[in-house]
């Protein structure tokens, strides 16, 4: 009778591979991403943690009452209370409220860095990698004296020529971190350009800039999304060892980096105040790689199949 049953579930789950397969590209990674729930599970927490950092001016006047900068010396280091629901800090400001702000600025920061990353970072690979030759040398040649320079090392000098400042630093991680997309990027290009469509396209008399805009970057879109998604939790990360190195946002703007690093001195008289930043900074840059994975083995067709 189990072994039975069992060759049933085998068939039925034969069956709804073979479905699987007959669908699209997208459909089949849709498919996929439903059924990952620990990526589901990721993609919500991301979500929740983002509306509540863009409802902070809405919430902090109708919930919690307190201004991100609002000062109460006579209520220092308070621990989490009816008044104050996540306690207070050194100089008494809501901690629940600053948090909030914080994620606003944080995730603000990573979300342009990113996208200003990833818009050079695409741009560039498709240019070299549909060009190739000279282009490719050069960007090549460019891209590997870049890197030789350590990336904290080039951080922390450009940081300090422009200032902290939160405009600054998006264009100081957006104009720095985009070697490791374009040279995915130009990878995916060199293997597309010479493909059946590809060459129909060019036979038919489309230019160099339609056939990389129309048809080889809708083929690069799974890469971009994936990429945007760890490269948002890679900035966060930043931005927190900027801020503790000294050169990331000013104090008296709340970012959930400069909120953990101003805090360390505090620890023992109030953990929380180390604890609460810390671990929002984990959590949302541990759901952001998890979300990456889950959105690579979606949108991989190899894995999909």
């Known amino acids: 009778m189990a072994a039975s049953e069992a060759a049933v579930a085998k068939l039925e789950y034969a069956e709804l591979q073979q479905h699987v397969r007959s669908r699209s590209h997208w459909q089949r990674a849709l498919f996929q991403l439903r059924h ?15 509306a509540i950092s863009l409802l902070a001016p809405v919430l902090s006047t109708h919930v919690t009452g307190y201004r991100p900068d609002q000062e109460n010396l006579q209520q220092t280091f308070e621990s989490p209370s009816t008044q104050h629901l996540l ?9 629940l409220t600053r948090l909030m702000w914080g994620g606003r600025v944080s995730l603000a920061i990573a ?3 990113a996208l200003i990353s990833l818009t050079i970072g695409v741009s560039l690979g498709l240019i070299t990698g549909y060009y190739g030759g000279i282009v490719d040398d050069f960007m090549m040649w460019f891209i590997t004296t870049l890197n030789s320079i350590p990336s904290l ?13 939160p405009v600054n630093l998006v264009l100081v991680l ?21 493909r059946e469509f590809i060459v129909a396209a060019r036979a038919m008399g489309a230019s160099d800039i339609r056939v990389m805009a129309s048809h080889i970057l809708p083929n690069l879109i799974s890469i971009v999304i994936i990429t ?25 703007i709340p970012s959930w980096g400069n909120m953990l690093t101003n805090a360390q001195s505090y620890f023992q008289r109030a953990p929380h105040l180390v604890i609460l930043p810390g671990l929002l900074i984990t959590v949302t840059v541990l759901c952001l790689y998890v979300i990456g994975d889950g959105l690579r083995d979606a949108l991989d067709p190899t894995v999909s199949d």
């Open 228 to 252: 945007l998604a760890i490269d948002i939790g890679a900035n966060i990360l930043a931005e927190a060892g900027l801020s503790f190195l000294g050169f990331g946002i000013p104090t008296f």
């Open 111 to 113: 979300f342009f860095a």
């Open 153 to 165: 090392f080039l951080l922390l000098i450009v940081s300090s020529v422009l200032g902290p400042d």
């Open 174 to 194: 957006g104009f720095l971190t985009w070697t490791g997309t374009m040279r995915l990027v130009r990878g995916e290009t060199f293997s597309l350009r010479e």
């Open 87 to 95: 306690g207070t800090d050194e100089q008494g400001r809501d901690h």
């Open 36 to 50: 990952d729930y620990l990526t589901l599970g990721a993609i919500a927490v991301v979500l929740l943690l983002t």
